[in-house]
């Protein structure tokens, strides 16, 4: 195969060189494939079990075998060019052996003169990397924890129709930033309008009437009411008399029963209508009853609360802002004349000022997170820029996440420029604390140990 690629060619009849191409090629392939095979499970269990510090065991053991295999490649070709030069010629490989010879004369001398500074050198290079690694692994590092996370509204407000009816007019299209209580968009209300107004009349018919009652009564009353007494009065004296003129003319046999009969019964009526304007009178002077008073107030107020209740619901016939935010829902004016239902959604709002991240933190990880941990995170829109915030709340549940099991922690991130939307994902990093360098890298692996291996032991 590899005089092929070199244009050699080989003693071989063409059929068999293709065969055993054929043959080389196919078994490079299976070799590379069963070789990357095991080297993705390895890398995947290493960053499972280890995530960083696994990725990192990783590399640094597939450099070593890259630069082995290479070592190795190195040597067969070097191999492979001194075995052909030797088929060159006896000639040839007899000059290169007095050469050879000559120089294995020449040699020990130089190696003996350099070996030993050589080793020296090499013997403190060895204790300096040594004491380098020793002060870096007990330096300060700052740990942190991390995993994808995921952009969520703080406060999501949905706007309802309170009220059935058409659209009548839209205000705003959507994708804008708006105050609380703007409005976005109005029903049509003309019923609720007309219950208004019929409502404020009779409003204003009753407080007439309870104002009659409470200035009750009047001058001209009170006098009209004496004025009715004094003529009962005085039709209730003539009625007297004439009663007590004709019993006289009755006793004297000049006058029939029936007519004395009329006389005292006119006198009866008359007393009565005395005694009734008696009444009346007192009735003009101690004025309206309270109950009636009263009564008239809670009609009044049954009134004003009703007043209340139409003047609600016109006003729920305007769509309005729940909150300061985003109108997130776009295209609303294409929803001019359509029939709302009452209950029915219009539209949504979100409160960008701040918003909600959630990061999936590694279950071995959890210990090193507390709530007011400070936050640093990256999203995949824009990875040149670091946003920041603090962690305030910690799940109590495990799940399973896109690279084993995992807890949700979630952090409030300001958002005043409104570059973070809802949806976005990225990486975040948590504060844990400063740690050994050894400590920091080797935590997972300690870990390993602590809880799988001692798994396996009985």
Do not use: C
């Not at 070199?6 to 071989?12: F, L, M, P, Q, S």
């Not at 994902?425 to 997972?444: L, W, Y």
């Amino acid at each position: 195969l590899f005089s092929k690629f070199r244009g050699g060619k080989g003693a071989r009849s063409s059929e068999d060189s293709f065969a055993l191409r054929a043959y080389a090629i196919s078994g490079l392939l299976f070799w590379i494939l069963i070789v990357g095979f095991l080297w993705s499970i390895a890398a995947r269990w290493l960053e499972t079990n280890f995530q960083g510090t696994g990725v990192v065991i990783f590399l640094l053991v597939f450099s070593y075998f890259v630069l082995r295999m290479m070592r190795g490649l190195r040597k067969r070709i070097t191999n492979r060019k001194s075995a052909s030069q030797n088929m060159a010629g006896v000639g040839a490989r007899q000059r290169f052996q007095h050469r050879l010879k000559d120089q294995t004369e020449i040699k020990p001398i130089q190696e003996t003169e350099q070996v030993k500074p050589d080793k020296k050198k090499r013997k403190w290079l060895r204790y300096v990397v040594v004491l380098v690694l020793l002060v870096v692994a007990f330096l300060p590092y700052p740990y942190e924890t991390g995993g994808p996370f995921s952009v969520l509204p703080v406060q999501q407000e949905w706007v309802y129709t309170e009220t059935e009816g058409v659209i009548k007019k839209v205000f705003h299209n959507g994708n804008e930033y708006l105050d609380a209580g703007t409005v976005i968009a109005r029903l049509s209300s003309v019923e609720q309008e007309q219950a208004v107004q019929t409502t404020a009349a009779a409003i204003m018919e009753q407080k007439a009437e309870l104002q009659m009652l409470l200035t009750t009564p009047t001058k001209e009353e009170l006098e009209l009411a004496e004025k009715k007494l004094d003529t009962a009065r005085v039709q209730l004296k003539y009625s007297k008399e004439s009663e007590a003129r004709l019993k006289r003319l009755y006793e004297a046999k000049h006058v029939s029963f029936e007519d004395y009969e009329d006389a005292k019964r006119k006198m009866d009526v008359d007393s009565m209508q005395v005694e009734e304007a008696k009444a009346s009178l007192s009735k003009v002077k101690a004025g309206p009853h309270p109950q009636e008073i009263e009564a008239a107030r809670s009609e009044l107020k049954r009134l004003e609360e009703r007043l209340k209740y139409e003047r609600m619901q016109l006003e729920m016939t305007n769509l309005v802002m729940p909150i300061d935010g985003y109108l997130v829902t776009r295209n609303l004016k294409d929803k001019a004349g359509q029939f709302m239902n009452e209950g029915e959604m219009f539209a949504v709002v979100e409160d960008s000022s701040s918003v909600r991240v959630e990061i999936e933190i590694p279950e071995a990880d959890i210990s090193e997170v507390m709530v007011g941990a400070d936050v640093r995170l990256k999203v995949w829109t824009y990875p040149d820029q670091t946003f920041e915030g603090q962690v305030t709340e910690i799940d109590r549940s495990v799940t399973e996440g896109s690279f084993g099991e995992v807890v949700i922690v979630a952090a409030i991130i300001p958002n005043s420029d409104g570059l973070l939307q809802s949806g976005m994902t990225g990486f975040g990093k948590v504060d844990g604390g400063s740690k050994f360098v050894i400590v920091a890298f080797t935590r997972m692996l300690v870990r390993f140990f602590q809880i799988e291996l001692w798994s396996w032991i009985p």
